[in-house]
């Protein structure tokens, strides 16, 4: 997964995170992943939620992920084993009641079986080797190779024997601040060159004996307690190896569920929906751009062929789409969220190619249906909601944007949606928005800004919306009261007017539009200039 | 230079003026305060330093001067420390006096004669290097030179360590077959711990949970532990017979006026505790001047300390406001909403002298202070409001109690008097009060709804708790000096509904 450090599922994704995933259709994509195994779901949501910031880490874990979408039946085996090596975990119970010798008593049984599937592992790596060859495989088959020879595995299993302490057992210690004995060790008496009585302090060292009697319940106890203090640090250690091992193990089948899970969503998409694996730059450069990028949540949502799109935003700092609702707009802007996520875990893309800049996070300011019915409290939670993703942004960071401020009045909403994005996009992150605010969209064409760029939904002549957006101005209207003319049979009549724009947008609407959408944009640009 | 206490100067122990909490404590929330500063703190029995008053300026200014050393981060986290381990070493004597293990026992008490002697010598290194001119902590430091150069504590120090370092020599080993014990000296025998961890490193990584149980801290040893020690105790005899001789020897070290010092600093200590988070949430606090007759009596940024200590906690703004009495002004009269501020103002005043007759430092940013002999409250009492007739009688007599004593060093805090009876009747009796009030030669402070009260001119000043002009819901918790009138607040909340005159011509042409 990392070149240098293990991949973690960190903890439940916080609000924010949530909401990407409503947002951008995320749930397809990561079900995909899943198969429907919780586990794999929720190394999948980590994986694409926590992305990877440094162009090289994208890189190595991409090669990886090449390996295993060539050869996924022996990355299964693999995983196999580490899920069998896991089990020990299940069939060893850990001591609930934690006395030292309990612990040690788990920890040694535990090991054992732990040994047996190291050396699985091993004959996995000396019979694959040659198979799996991304830097990422070779250096893991390196380590197992190198680190567990049979030298080693054989070292630890007579270390294991030796933990029955057969023949007493000897603690060293010293005395505390008060007179009791302190840092009791388990010892080894000092090498096979002292014999049995030696090795028990029998020999030429001054000793002084004392004996428990049989019937004595608490010099037992106190024994004991004895005891417990001299392999409480030894319980430790062997603890410790048996958590480094399991996490071994728990670390390999989390990287290779990502990997899996990769391979399940490539064969779940539909063989024509394109994919690659796309170049990310790091965050000092602003790239954003390729060909027919699609929406992979709704490609797995249809099941079928998905309308991509070509974008080139490289550069800019502020997108704005504008255009015909139900033209493609939010399905673009999630394709471009998911993409971005997708790129930083190392993943392939659904696009011909595709370049991004890493950035840092990426956040989504969507218009919440559900909140229609609350009128009062709506700009105001939607305000509250980009003030907290505000909190979390950086210079670099991405936000995407489905008509914000909308539940407002034009003018109102224009104004701040205006303030937000141009303050956004001048302190470095990078904004889409998806918007029917003219007053805003407009307010930004006419200031000639180099890194701003538009969009806009096409729609034909004859009405019917290709799903494609070009790069275009924004227009006064959007189609909306036709569709509600179509939908209803009846002219939207007593429907809003736009704001401070007065009459003049409703005058401009009822005239029959132009056959090019672009000049009939300048061309009521010029009217609304004449109204008085 | 002779070191006496750091309450008071040599030569004179103030006498401890009250055994219980003055009658104006509850009044002015300082019960709360003492407390607060006395919490945690019992086995000092601090209260009654905070019911006597200081009689002389020069006590007051020994104290000051103590405090403004205490404001140097390493005098006072020095003196903190040396708190600290005189407190451990306290518990350690317990121990040793508790444990019947013999071996065991005077080990505890090897402890204790450790805490103590690295209490003394960190105090004195570090009060031999600061910025101290008090001459409390400056006598302190002479007295600590002397001493920790003296043959006594000289001797004690190198005891001791001789002592731990024979018993730190001591590395044995215990061999438990079956019932048997064995116990010997230490050979280097190898950890086998060490061992594991070693063979299973190349698996580190994630950082492991620890298995280690806990030590379970019993205060008693048992009988194998006890056995092995006096096993010990015979394979080691010099380590044993060091320590036995050491304890022997200094069965009484601590000094007394060393010990005594401990105690009486912890009355600078709970005062500063408590301040901590009045400063941290941005107040001022301030040490007075204060002089025997005060010609002008000034605060500037004043504030109740109590409702602060209470309101910071919940992160709430303070109001500061400031208090001054002008050459030949006696009496401020408070008037005002009801929850503007009135009484914590009337409070503030109190506490002002109360804390600078302590020679504690004072709620507020500057301050000139005379030194008070007593301080009166009267305020209204929620079971008095019950039965009107005695409610009168008794504030009459609560009042006249008050005149009685009053004198020219008094400060009188008053808040709503004869809240009881006709607003006539209290405006009358309020006048006769404050006549009788302003003869005595005391200053104070009078909250009332009366207007005229505040107009009574000469050495009475009026003050009017503000309310915002803007927005008459808001209290500001400021007071203003000006003049009272009642009338504006009212024609303030009118606006706020609007209904002045003025609106209503225009609602109703409209």
């Known amino acids: 997964m990392h070149p240098t450090e293990d991949f973690r599922i960190g903890s439940e994704p916080d609000e924010h995170a949530t ?20 586990f794999f779901l929720g190394v999948a949501t980590a994986a694409v939620l926590s992305g990877l910031d440094d162009p090289g880490a994208i890189a190595y874990r991409q090669d990886v992920l090449r390996d295993c979408m060539a050869d996924p039946g022996s990355v299964r085996v693999l995983y196999d084993l580490a899920v069998a090596a896991l089990e020990v975990q299940r069939k060893v119970w850990r ?41 990422g495989f070779r250096r893991f088959f390196a380590v197992v190779g190198e680190e567990l020879d049979d030298a080693y595995l054989d070292e630890v299993t007579a270390h294991l024997d030796r933990l029955g302490f057969r023949q007493g057992m000897l603690l060293g210690a010293d005395l505390g601040p008060t007179n009791r004995g302190a840092h009791h060790t388990v010892r080894v008496p000092a090498g096979s060159r002292l014999t049995i009585g030696q090795r028990l302090g029998l020999g030429a060292r001054r000793g002084l004996s004392f004996t428990i009697a049989e019937r004595d319940e608490a010099g037992i106890r106190a024994l004991g307690q004895l005891k417990d203090r001299g392999v409480a640090g030894l319980a430790d250690a062997v603890s410790r190896s048996v958590d480094h091992v399991v996490g071994f193990f728990e670390c390999l089948r989390t990287e290779l569920a990502f990997h899996l899970g990769c391979c399940s969503l490539a064969a779940r998409l539909d063989r024509s929906v394109p994919r690659c694996f796309p170049t990310v730059v790091s965050a000092d450069q602003s790239y954003l751009s390729g060909r027919t990028l699609c929406d992979p949540g709704l490609a797995l949502r249809l099941d079928g062929p998905v309308v991509g799109n070509d974008l080139q935003a490289d550069g800019r700092a502020l997108v704005v789409v504008t255009g015909a609702n139900q033209g493609g707009k939010s399905t673009w802007l999630r394709s471009v969220g998911i993409a971005q996520l997708l790129a930083q875990a190392g993943m392939f893309v659904t696009a011909e190619s595709w370049t991004t800049s890493v950035r840092r996070g990426v956040f989504t300011h969507f218009a919440r249906e559900e909140d229609t019915a609350m009128v009062g409290g709506k700009l105001d ?42 303050a956004l996009a001048a302190s470095g992150v990078t904004v889409l928005a998806v918007t029917h605010l003219f007053e805003l969209a407009d307010g930004l064409n006419r200031q000639d800004d180099p890194t701003v760029l538009f969009l806009r939904a096409v729609r034909e002549e004859d009405g019917r919306r290709p799903f494609r957006l070009v790069e275009a101005e924004p227009l006064p209207t959007s189609y909306g009261r036709e569709l509600f003319e179509r939908e209803f049979g009846v002219r939207p009549d007593g429907a809003p007017t736009l704001g401070g724009l007065g009459a003049a947008p409703e005058k401009l609407a009822d005239r029959p539009a132009c056959p090019d959408a672009r000049q009939a944009g300048s061309a009521r640009r010029r009217d609304l200039r004449g109204t008085p | 230079m002779t070191f006496h206490s750091i309450l008071d100067p040599p030569g004179g122990t103030e006498p401890v003026g009250h055994a219980a909490q003055p009658d104006h ?26 019911w006597s008053p200081l009689g002389r300026v020069s006590h007051v200014r020994y104290r000051q001067e103590v405090f403004a050393d205490l404001a140097d981060e390493r005098v006072l986290g020095a003196v903190r420390s040396f708190s600290a381990a005189v407190v451990t070493m306290r518990r350690q004597l317990d121990q040793a006096r508790s444990q019947p293990e013999h071996h065991h026992s005077r080990a505890w008490f090897l402890c ?47 005891e001791r360590t001789a002592a731990r370092a024979a018993l730190r020599s001591v590395r044995y080993c215990v061999h438990v077959q079956g019932l048997r014990v064995r116990v010997s000296s230490h050979a280097g025998e190898e950890d086998y711990g060490e061992t594991m961890i070693a063979l299973f490193e190349r698996f580190a990584g994630a950082p492991a949970e620890d298995h280690r149980v806990a030590a379970t801290d019993r205060s008693f040893m048992d009988r194998v532990e006890a056995a092995v020690l006096e096993r010990l105790a015979r394979l080691f005899p010099d380590a044993f017979g060091a320590l036995d001789a050491f304890c022997d020897r200094w069965a009484t070290f601590p000094d007394p006026t060393l010990i005594a010092f401990e105690r009486d600093v912890q009355f600078y200590l709970g005062v500063l505790d408590y301040l901590l988070p009045i400063r941290t949430g941005g107040l001022p606090v301030c040490l007075p001047d204060v002089s025997d007759v005060a010609t002008e009596t000034t605060a500037v940024d004043a504030y109740d300390i109590a409702l602060a200590h209470h309101l910071v906690a919940t ?101 709503e008097l004869f809240s009881s009876t006709t607003a006539a009747d209290a405006a009358l009796l309020g006048s006769a009060v404050i006549d009788r009030l302003l003869r005595s030669g005391a200053i104070g402070v009078y909250v009332t709804f009366l207007d005229e009260l505040a107009s009574l001119g000469g050495p009475v000043v009026s003050l009017v708790a503000e309310v915002d002009r803007h927005d008459v819901a808001a209290r500001t918790f400021r007071v203003e000096r000006r003049q009272a009138d009642g009338r504006a607040y009212a024609i303030a909340l009118a606006a706020h509904h609007g209904l002045t005159a003025d609106r209503l011509r225009q609602r109703l042409t409209s």
């Open chain 1, 19 to 38: 909401a990407v995933v409503a947002d951008l259709g995320l749930g397809a994509v990561l079900d995909a992943m899943s198969g429907g195994d919780p």
């Open chain 2, 112 to 158: 204790a004669a450790e805490s103590y002697c690295g209490a003394v010598r960190a105090l004195t290194d570090a009060l031999a290097s600061a910025p101290i001119v008090s001459a409390g902590l400056v006598g302190l430091r002479g007295f600590l030179g002397e001493h920790v150069a003296g043959p006594t504590f000289t001797a004690l120090d190198a």
């Open chain 2, 315 to 415: 992160g709430a703004m303070v109001v500061t406001n400031d208090v001054h009495f002008g050459p030949g002004e006696q009496l401020l009269v408070v008037t005002g909403p009801n929850h503007g501020g009135k009484t914590t103002f009337a409070r503030t005043v109190g506490q002002l002298h109360d804390l600078a007759a302590l020679g504690c430092p004072v709620p507020a940013r500057a301050a000139s202070l005379g030194l008070v002999d007593r301080v009166f409250t009267h305020f209204v009492h929620q079971e008095n409001l019950a039965e009107q007739r005695g409610g009168l009688a008794d504030d009459l007599a609560r009042v006249h109690a008050i005149l009685r004593s009053a004198t020219s060093r008094s400060v009188v805090v008053v808040n």
């Open chain 2, 25 to 50: 404590f509850v009044d002015l929330g300082l019960d709360h305060v003492v407390a607060a500063i006395t919490a945690g703190r019992e086995d000092y029995d601090l209260q009654s330093l905070f």
């Open chain 1, 95 to 135: 001591p609930y009641a934690r006395s030292p010798e309990s612990v040690l008593r788990w920890g040694v049984e535990s090991l054992g079986m732990l040994m047996e599937s190291l050396r699985e592992l091993r004959r996995f790596a000396t019979d694959h080797a040659g198979e799996l060859s991304s830097a």
């Open chain 1, 381 to 422: 939670e939607e305000l509250l909601r980009m003030s907290g993703i505000v909190d979390l942004l950086a210079p670099g960071s991405m936000v995407l944007s489905n008509e914000s401020f909308a539940s407002t009045n034009e003018r109102e909403g224009s104004e701040i949606a205006r303030q937000v994005f141009t």
